[in-house]
Protein backbone atom coordinates (compact mmCIF):
# COMPACT_ATOMS: atom_id res chain seq x y z
CA UNK A 1 0.00 0.00 0.00
CA UNK A 2 2.59 2.69 1.02
CA UNK A 3 4.87 2.26 -2.50
CA UNK A 4 1.25 2.34 -4.61
CA UNK A 5 0.62 5.69 -2.68
CA UNK A 6 3.77 7.00 -3.13
CA UNK A 7 4.07 6.26 -6.59
CA UNK A 8 0.84 7.83 -6.83
CA UNK A 9 1.57 10.86 -4.74
CA UNK A 10 5.22 11.01 -7.05
CA UNK A 11 3.11 11.09 -10.18
CA UNK A 12 0.70 13.36 -8.87
CA UNK A 13 3.27 16.09 -8.30
CA UNK A 14 5.59 15.48 -11.26
CA UNK A 15 4.66 16.61 -14.35
CA UNK A 16 6.28 17.51 -18.40
CA UNK A 17 8.22 15.19 -19.38
CA UNK A 18 9.78 12.14 -18.44
CA UNK A 19 13.06 13.73 -17.83
CA UNK A 20 11.38 16.26 -15.74
CA UNK A 21 9.66 13.14 -13.66
CA UNK A 22 12.73 11.34 -13.08
CA UNK A 23 14.40 14.31 -11.73
CA UNK A 24 11.71 14.88 -9.29
CA UNK A 25 11.36 11.90 -8.33
CA UNK A 26 15.28 11.31 -7.33
CA UNK A 27 15.95 14.25 -5.90
CA UNK A 28 16.04 15.26 -2.23
CA UNK A 29 14.08 18.26 -1.30
CA UNK A 30 16.93 19.02 1.39
CA UNK A 31 19.99 18.70 -0.20
CA UNK A 32 18.08 19.44 -3.94
CA UNK A 33 20.71 16.44 -4.92
CA UNK A 34 20.23 12.81 -6.09
CA UNK A 35 19.33 10.51 -3.04
CA UNK A 36 21.84 8.82 -1.44
CA UNK A 37 20.28 6.27 0.91
CA UNK A 38 16.93 7.17 0.95
CA UNK A 39 14.99 6.88 4.05
CA UNK A 40 10.96 7.35 3.91
CA UNK A 41 9.03 8.90 6.76
CA UNK A 42 5.62 7.67 8.33
CA UNK A 43 4.22 10.41 6.00
CA UNK A 44 5.89 9.12 3.29
CA UNK A 45 7.90 11.71 2.06
CA UNK A 46 11.30 10.48 1.48
CA UNK A 47 14.92 12.41 1.83
CA UNK A 48 18.70 11.51 2.27
CA UNK A 49 19.95 9.34 5.45
CA UNK A 50 21.98 11.88 5.56
CA UNK A 51 19.25 14.78 5.53
CA UNK A 52 17.47 13.77 7.73
CA UNK A 53 20.74 13.22 10.14
CA UNK A 54 21.31 16.84 10.08
CA UNK A 55 17.47 18.14 10.18
CA UNK A 56 17.36 16.25 13.46
CA UNK A 57 20.33 16.40 14.75
CA UNK A 58 20.10 15.15 18.41
CA UNK A 59 16.30 15.76 18.87
CA UNK A 60 13.38 12.92 19.01
CA UNK A 61 10.93 14.56 17.02
CA UNK A 62 10.79 17.01 14.21
CA UNK A 63 9.01 18.13 11.52
CA UNK A 64 8.94 16.99 7.93
CA UNK A 65 10.64 19.18 5.70
CA UNK A 66 7.74 19.01 2.86
CA UNK A 67 4.25 18.26 4.50
CA UNK A 68 5.13 19.72 8.41
CA UNK A 69 3.66 16.56 9.98
CA UNK A 70 5.55 15.98 13.31
CA UNK A 71 7.69 12.64 13.13
CA UNK A 72 9.21 10.73 16.14
CA UNK A 73 12.57 9.81 15.59
CA UNK A 74 12.53 5.84 15.58
CA UNK A 75 14.69 4.90 19.37
CA UNK A 76 17.82 3.24 16.84
CA UNK A 77 17.85 7.25 15.21
CA UNK A 78 17.97 7.92 11.69
CA UNK A 79 19.12 5.22 10.45
CA UNK A 80 15.92 3.05 11.57
CA UNK A 81 13.49 4.84 9.52
CA UNK A 82 12.80 2.06 6.40
CA UNK A 83 14.27 2.54 3.18
CA UNK A 84 12.44 3.92 0.20
CA UNK A 85 13.38 0.88 -1.82
CA UNK A 86 11.31 1.95 -4.84
CA UNK A 87 13.27 5.55 -4.65
CA UNK A 88 16.08 3.77 -4.32
CA UNK A 89 15.57 1.20 -6.94
CA UNK A 90 15.09 4.18 -9.71
CA UNK A 91 18.46 5.88 -8.43
CA UNK A 92 20.35 2.42 -9.12
CA UNK A 93 18.33 2.36 -12.23
CA UNK A 94 19.43 5.75 -13.41
CA UNK A 95 22.82 4.77 -12.65
CA UNK A 96 22.95 2.43 -14.77
CA UNK A 97 21.34 4.10 -17.80
CA UNK A 98 23.82 7.16 -16.91
CA UNK A 99 26.58 4.60 -17.31
CA UNK A 100 24.52 3.23 -20.58
CA UNK A 101 24.40 6.69 -22.42
CA UNK A 102 28.31 7.39 -21.40
CA UNK A 103 29.09 4.07 -23.84
CA UNK A 104 26.99 4.99 -26.58
CA UNK A 105 28.92 6.04 -29.28
CA UNK A 106 28.67 9.47 -30.92
CA UNK A 107 26.69 9.31 -34.71
CA UNK A 108 29.85 9.08 -37.19
CA UNK A 109 28.13 11.41 -39.47
CA UNK A 110 27.26 15.31 -37.81
CA UNK A 111 29.01 13.73 -34.91
CA UNK A 112 26.99 16.12 -32.72
CA UNK A 113 24.32 13.14 -31.65
CA UNK A 114 24.43 9.90 -30.04
CA UNK A 115 24.43 7.06 -32.24
CA UNK A 116 20.89 5.37 -31.86
CA UNK A 117 21.35 2.82 -35.09
CA UNK A 118 23.79 1.03 -36.61
CA UNK A 119 24.18 0.50 -40.29
CA UNK A 120 25.35 -2.84 -41.42
CA UNK A 121 26.17 -2.14 -44.68
CA UNK A 122 28.31 1.00 -44.10
CA UNK A 123 29.98 0.09 -41.01
CA UNK A 124 28.51 2.72 -39.04
CA UNK A 125 27.11 4.37 -35.82
CA UNK A 126 24.55 6.92 -36.96
CA UNK A 127 22.04 9.09 -35.09
CA UNK A 128 18.67 9.30 -36.30
CA UNK A 129 18.03 12.10 -38.71
CA UNK A 130 21.53 10.95 -40.62
CA UNK A 131 19.66 7.57 -40.45
CA UNK A 132 16.82 9.38 -42.28
CA UNK A 133 19.18 11.29 -44.97
CA UNK A 134 21.29 8.13 -45.84
CA UNK A 135 18.34 6.03 -46.23
CA UNK A 136 16.73 8.41 -48.74
CA UNK A 137 20.42 8.96 -50.71
CA UNK A 138 21.23 5.43 -50.52
CA UNK A 139 18.23 2.93 -50.94
CA UNK A 140 17.94 -0.34 -49.11
CA UNK A 141 20.68 0.31 -46.36
CA UNK A 142 19.89 -1.96 -43.56
CA UNK A 143 20.23 -0.46 -40.13
CA UNK A 144 19.67 -1.99 -36.31
CA UNK A 145 18.92 0.14 -33.39
CA UNK A 146 22.47 0.79 -30.92
CA UNK A 147 20.57 -1.79 -28.58
CA UNK A 148 19.98 -4.34 -31.16
CA UNK A 149 23.72 -4.32 -31.92
CA UNK A 150 24.72 -4.61 -28.64
CA UNK A 151 22.63 -7.62 -28.29
CA UNK A 152 24.24 -9.11 -31.34
CA UNK A 153 27.74 -7.95 -30.02
CA UNK A 154 27.31 -9.37 -26.50
CA UNK A 155 25.58 -12.98 -27.73
CA UNK A 156 28.45 -13.31 -30.09
CA UNK A 157 31.32 -12.07 -27.11
CA UNK A 158 28.91 -14.98 -24.84
CA UNK A 159 30.52 -17.74 -27.95
CA UNK A 160 34.19 -16.34 -27.08
CA UNK A 161 35.07 -16.08 -23.08
CA UNK A 162 36.79 -13.58 -20.89
CA UNK A 163 35.08 -10.67 -22.61
CA UNK A 164 31.70 -8.85 -21.38
CA UNK A 165 32.22 -5.20 -22.59
CA UNK A 166 30.88 -3.19 -25.62
CA UNK A 167 33.81 -2.10 -27.67
CA UNK A 168 31.95 -0.16 -30.61
CA UNK A 169 35.06 -0.09 -32.55
CA UNK A 170 35.04 -4.42 -32.51
CA UNK A 171 30.79 -4.03 -33.21
CA UNK A 172 32.41 -2.32 -36.60
CA UNK A 173 34.31 -5.12 -37.45
CA UNK A 174 31.87 -7.95 -36.71
CA UNK A 175 29.12 -6.09 -38.35
CA UNK A 176 30.86 -5.46 -41.46
CA UNK A 177 31.05 -8.61 -42.71
CA UNK A 178 27.41 -9.38 -41.39
Known amino acids: FRSSTAVFHHLKMASGSAEHFQEHILTCTICQGHFKHPKELPCLHTFCRGC ?9 TFNCP ?5 TTVP ?15 LVELNKIRAAKEAQQPVCQF ?10 RDSSSFMCGPCRERASHIY ?12 DLYQARLRKRPRHDSIDPEEIKTMFSAA
Open 52 to 60: LRLLVGRGT
Open 139 to 150: QGLRFVTYEQAC
Open 66 to 70: TCAVG
Open 110 to 119: CSTRKATFWC
Open 75 to 89: KGGVNDFPDNKYVNS
